[in-house]
């Protein structure tokens, strides 16, 4: 009984400590901005995740965005001054997304 408790306890314990991801799928594309355009890019759309930038005569990103966002996407950098020189998606890639578990 003593030692059936013992575990329970310390499954219960990292459970408790564990986080738990899923994965869902994001379009991951390339864009070529200036660099005000990066800075109202950053500063004003949020749904847009930066994984690298390179930093030349102007500014190459290459981020993710929802896949169901992708579609708006360049309204959406047009609407928030965001020049778009170039915009090309690179495909569809999973992304681990941490679930909260805190409720």
């Given at each position: 009984g003593g030692l059936v408790r013992a575990y329970s306890q310390s499954v219960s314990e990292c459970l408790k400590n564990a986080e738990f991801y899923d994965t869902k799928y994001q379009s991951k594309f390339m864009l070529i901005t200036?660099?005000?355009?990066?800075n109202?890019?950053?500063?004003?759309?949020?749904?847009?995740?930066?994984?690298e930038n390179?930093?030349?005569?102007?500014v190459n990103v290459i981020a993710t965005c929802d896949i169901n966002k992708y579609d708006n996407l360049f309204n959406d950098l047009y609407s928030?001054?965001?020049?778009v020189i170039s915009l090309n998606k690179?495909?569809?890639v999973p992304i681990e997304v941490l679930i909260?578990?805190?409720?």
């Open positions: 200036s660099y005000p355009g990066y109202s890019l950053i500063n004003n759309v949020s749904y847009v995740n930066i994984v390179t930093f030349t005569d102007n928030c001054k965001v020049d690179i495909g569809d909260d578990t805190s409720s």
